[in-house]
Each structure stands twice: as structure tokens, then as C-alpha cells.
């Protein structure tokens, strides 16, 4: 009876809102495993973008740090198993770390499909990473989002690599 008790308790305290701070808290752990990662730590940027992950599973902006620090410390499977996603929830960040993955484990036909799918998604409204820390640090460097011609180069790199097949709209 006394277990009943503390469990209703337990259940009637759930925060309805988010603290406030965690806002605070993305953004430092965002810094954090960037510079981990342009330090070469990639074990600490696992690290910390395991527990950022943790703190949000729904947050893409998570899920690509995190798919990133494993790919760079050689970690590809895992990597894809994170953002290998239902369509309905990834995005066009989740698509460009799955295609960075499929190429390192020469899947270089599912590489294509994931650019594709790019692709097709280019005319949509703007995805749920395109404010992402991966698309924000791009734009010190280029555009937002890769160019149609630059996604379709990149595309038929895999493609020479991998498969014989011809894209629709190639020469």
C-alpha cells in the first residue's frame, strides 16, 4: 500500500514543461562536442553528445552530433543505426550522415539512395536539421544545405563506385 502511495506521487510530480535551463544546456553541449571533435577527441565528444542524445531523443540536432562523433572515431554502423530512420522522421541531416555512413561501409548503392532522397526532399519546406549545429557551422563555410548540382556530384561519385545503374535526368 505504502509502494501504491509513493508511485501516485511519483506520476502527480512530472514536470508538464521542460526546465527552462535546457535550452542553456543544448547549446554548451553543442560547443562542447564541436570543439571535442575539431580537437581529434572523439571519444569525449561521444562522450557528451551521448548524454546530449540522452537528454532529448527527438532533438535531430542531438541525434547529428552524436552520428557525427561516431563516424569520426570509426564507429559507421553506429552511426547509421542512429539516424537510419522511418521516413516520417528524419530529415535531409539524417539522409546526409546515413549517406557519409553507407560510403564508409562501401553500401555505396544505399549512399546514391540516400542522396536521392535528398534530392527529392530539396523542394520541401525547410527540415527539421536545417537549423541544426551541422547546417550552422556549414554556413561559416558555404551554403545551408548543399546545392542540387553539388548533391548530384556527390551522388554520382557513389554511383560510380557502386552500381551501373542511371539516374533519371543524367546525361
Keep these: 500500500m505504502r509502494l ?4 501516485e506521487r511519483m506520476q502527480s510530480h512530472q514536470p508538464e514543461s521542460p526546465p527552462t535551463y535546457l535550452p542553456y544546456l543544448f547549446k554548451r ?3 562542447l562536442i564541436w570543439a571535442c ?3 581529434d577527441l572523439y571519444n569525449s565528444a561521444i562522450f557528451y553528445a551521448e548524454r546530449y ?3 532529448d531523443h527527438e532533438n535531430h540536432d542531438a541525434r547529428h552530433l552524436y552520428a557525427n562523433a561516431m563516424l569520426r572515431a570509426n564507429q ?3 552511426a547509421l543505426h542512429l539516424v537510419n ?3 516520417d522522421q528524419r530529415c535531409n541531416g539524417c539522409l546526409e550522415i546515413k549517406s557519409k555512413c553507407c560510403s564508409t561501409l562501401s553500401r555505396h548503392r544505399q549512399a546514391r539512395e540516400a542522396l536521392e532522397d535528398i534530392l527529392k526532399n530539396a523542394a520541401d519546406v525547410p527540415s527539421r536539421a536545417s537549423l541544426s549545429s551541422l547546417y550552422v557551422r556549414a554556413c561559416l563555410i558555404s551554403s545551408p544545405a548543399p546545392s542540387h548540382s553539388v548533391t548530384r556530384t556527390t551522388c554520382g561519385t557513389d554511383l560510380s ?3 551501373s545503374v542511371v539516374l533519371p535526368g543524367w546525361p
Design 4 to 7: 501504491a502511495h509513493c508511485l
Design 29 to 31: 553541449f553543442s560547443s
Design 37 to 39: 571533435l575539431d580537437a
Design 53 to 55: 542524445f540522452a537528454l
Design 76 to 78: 559507421p554502423h553506429s
Design 85 to 87: 530512420l522511418p521516413q
Design 161 to 163: 563506385r557502386g552500381s
